[in-house]
């Protein structure tokens, strides 16, 4: 019990322990009120309830999807010019919105993260999306308004702009950046590097070809097939999602 309930404070200590009110965590472990499933949920629930967590959350979740990446990630402007600074920002903030509801206001279900059925969104981002119903309530990460995804294309957090446009490249999607991502930060399976030497360039993106097409030599080397069979199955899946995670539903040879 002294061992668990040591590993349970250093853990809360870790994720959320930035605060002083926080320390008597350690002290409820010493005394072996720290060390059931059901103490140690009781406690994760006394912290987040405290708005000071909120900060911690967002720095969690911010790391967790590679969110720092949308600040710098390049757009071919002539394609989209309306990806803009406050759309940027609007994206992060749908993001930390939803996580933060379904921790602190939800189910607290991973499930629930990744198919929720609805967002917090401002109104340019869901203008964005195409949204046309939205609830009174807002939330209180962001002040955006809660709106229904029914018949969008998406659901959860894997189809937040956010993500998609943050694992894409200038001009197109990238199968085998958000593929990755979801491999590495959602199934918690590390890649290996590219082999040395290897020529990562693929060709230029051509309208007329479907990115697909444009993938396939990866699936073609032997040296490329290894690695790129983890993650590029997994990346076509959000393929009717463009490069500023705009939903551009497949055409036929898409």
């Not at 073609?220 to 990346?235: F, L, R, T, V, Y």
Request: hydrophobic content about 40%; overall charge neutral.
């Amino acid at each position: 019990d002294a061992e668990v309930a040591g590993v349970a404070a250093e853990a809360l200590k870790k994720t959320l322990l930035m605060f002083d009110f926080f320390n008597d965590v350690v002290a409820k472990a010493k005394a072996g009120t720290l060390h059931t499933p059901e103490q140690i949920a009781t406690e994760a629930r006394r912290l987040l309830a405290s708005p000071r967590s909120r900060p911690v959350l967002d720095h969690f979740v911010s790391q967790w999807l590679d969110l720092e990446k949308l600040q710098q990630v390049q757009k071919d402007p002539s394609l989209f010019a309306d990806f803009t600074p406050e759309l940027r920002t609007a994206m992060k903030g749908e993001t930390l919105a939803l996580f933060d509801h379904v921790v602190r206001d939800g189910s607290g279900s991973i499930a629930d993260l990744f198919t929720a059925d609805y967002t917090y969104a401002s109104d340019g981002l869901a203008a964005f999306y195409g949204l046309k119903s939205a609830s009174g309530e807002t939330s209180p990460v962001t002040g955006g308004r809660r709106w229904s995804l029914e018949g969008t294309g998406r659901r959860g957090l894997l189809s937040h702009a956010s993500i998609l446009a943050s694992q894409s490249t200038p001009q197109a999607p990238s199968p085998v950046r958000r593929g990755r991502l979801v491999r590495e930060r959602v199934l918690c399976q590390p890649l290996p590097a590219a082999p040395p030497g290897l020529n990562l360039e693929l060709p230029p993106v051509d309208p007329t070809q479907a990115n697909r097409d444009r993938f396939k030599a990866h699936s073609d080397n032997a040296a490329c097939a290894a690695c790129h069979k983890m993650m590029d199955p997994i990346g076509f899946g959000f393929e009717q999602f463009n490069s500023v995670g705009r939903y551009v539903p497949l055409t036929a040879q898409g």
